[in-house]
């Protein structure tokens, strides 16, 4: 157990509907990321967040948004969903500082359909 | 964002071989970490190195950090069908907030 929980971990959902992705991340870490992971793309960056401010931006799309809330929970909502949004989404924290250790959830498994 | 990339893609090989994947970049990377994945799970880390041409070495792998700290290398001896999953490979550099970006890994089958 790594100490990162995700919630959903299964989601069927319909082309142009709106989910939210949750993500408890595991005591004491200030900084949470979120990545998709498809077969074709691999694991891809999507952000990044440290104790509630967005630190880095990757591939993610203008569809796509996510904050950090002061408790330090982390939601990542898509909207107008694609089927090409149909992937595993994983959410991971850490301590924030140069070389730590990123502990992953066992991520959310989105189909749109 | 800084590319990294990792060869080969897909490996099979029978228990007992050597094998060795790699990961390579055009970037300068703070430390690079490896991590490994299993079907339906999330990576989890096996080794951080940190300083340009350091081995590390966690019991039948041997990790390496290039001189430039651009690549690194992943050399696993006497492979056995635990040791199958997805290798991953990630820098991490100051510039880019130390956030994590992945290569895509190397997908490792062991028979026995």
């Known amino acids: 157990d790594s100490g990162v929980t995700q919630t959903p971990k299964h989601l069927i959902t319909a082309t142009g509907q709106r989910v939210t992705l949750r993500c408890s991340p595991r005591?004491?870490?200030?900084?949470v990321y979120w990545y998709q992971q498809s077969l074709d793309q691999g694991l891809q960056f999507l952000i990044q967040y440290y104790n509630g401010e967005e630190r880095a931006k990757g591939n993610i799309l203008e569809r796509f948004s996510a904050q950090q809330f002061p408790d330090l929970h982390s939601e990542l909502n898509l909207s107008s969903l694609e089927l090409g949004d149909s992937a595993l989404y994983f959410c991971a924290s850490s301590s924030g500082t140069a070389n730590t250790e990123a502990f992953f959830g066992q991520g959310t498994r989105l189909t749109v359909v | 964002t800084q590319l990294l990339e990792q060869s080969p893609q897909f490996l099979s090989i029978q228990e007992g071989e050597n094998l060795t994947v790699y990961c390579n970049s055009s970037s300068v990377f703070s430390s690079l970490q490896w991590y490994r994945q299993e079907p339906g799970e999330g990576p989890v880390l096996l080794v951080t190195?940190?300083?340009?041409?350091e081995v590390k070495k966690l019991k039948r792998l041997t990790f390496q950090f290039g001189d430039a700290r651009k690549d690194s290398s992943l050399h696993i001896t006497a492979a056995q069908p635990g040791d199958t999953g997805l290798y991953l490979c990630?820098?991490?550099?100051?510039?880019?907030?130390?956030?994590?970006?992945f290569g895509k890994g190397t997908s490792l089958l062991v028979t026995p």
């Open positions: 190195v940190v300083t340009g041409g």
């Open positions: 005591s004491g870490d200030l900084s």
């Open positions: 990630a820098g991490l550099s100051s510039n880019s907030g130390y956030a994590l970006n």
